[in-house]
Nanobody, 116 residues
Framework: QVQLVESGGGLVQPGGSLRLSCAASGFIFNIYTMKWYRQTPGKERELVAS????????TYADSVKGRFTISRDNAKNTVYLQMQSLKPEDTAVYYC?????????WGQGTQVTVSS
């Protein structure tokens, strides 16, 4: 079965950096677009970044452009989100996502807290 396991979250000061990882299994990783979302209490889940199967094309939410970088290692079945110049408003639970067929799959999420 499809499994997505995020890691790398934590507490960081404003201006700091974190790298999130999402280890995938249960599907052919290198033929699917992968996405990162985030969610704060009381708000809808927000698409942060996406990357095509080869890594040749990426998209970002306006709020993170120039600060976040999505990448993938198809040999390791892993997608990454490098986050720099973090702001308090980046505080959220970050989720990895893949759509396989008509089904959306999510990891358990990893908490990112940006605070001094």
């Amino acid at each position: 079965q499809v499994q997505l396991v995020e890691s790398g979250g934590g507490l960081v000061q404003p201006g700091g950096s974190l790298r999130l990882s999402c280890a995938a299994s249960g599907f052919i990783f290198n033929i699917y677009t992968m996405k990162w979302y985030r969610q704060t209490p009381g708000k809808e889940r927000e698409l942060v970044a996406s990357i095509t199967r080869s890594g040749g094309s990426t998209t970002y939410a306006d709020s993170v452009k120039g600060r976040f970088t999505i990448s993938r290692d198809n040999a390791k079945n892993t997608v990454y989100l490098q986050m720099q110049s973090l702001k308090p408003e980046d505080t959220a639970v970050y989720y990895c996502n893949v759509q396989v067929g008509r089904s959306d799959y999510w990891g358990q999420g990893t908490q990112v807290t940006v605070s001094s």
